[in-house]
């Protein structure tokens, strides 16, 4: 059985332009084909996550105060 689409959930829209221009660098240097797959958001996120830096992030995103908490 096929699963169900997944949840919708709101992107800040400022990541997702980031992660359009990852995908645009990345066919400009032959690292990704010209397709939706390869070109979507979701990989682009799914190859975020195998970076070295994003362990990193998640422990810094654990304990880092919202701008307004600060004072």
Do not use: C
Request: glycine residues 4%; hydrophobic residues 35%.
């Amino acid at each position: 059985m096929a699963k169900g689409n997944s949840a919708n959930i709101r992107v800040d829209p400022e990541f997702a332009i980031d992660m359009k221009r990852i995908a645009k660098i990345r066919l400009n240097l032959g690292l990704a084909k010209l397709n939706p797959h390869e070109l979507s958001s979701s990989e682009m996120t799914k190859l975020l996550r195998r970076t070295n830096g994003y362990k990193q992030s998640i422990e810094e995103l654990k304990t880092k105060p919202k701008r307004e908490n600060i004072i």
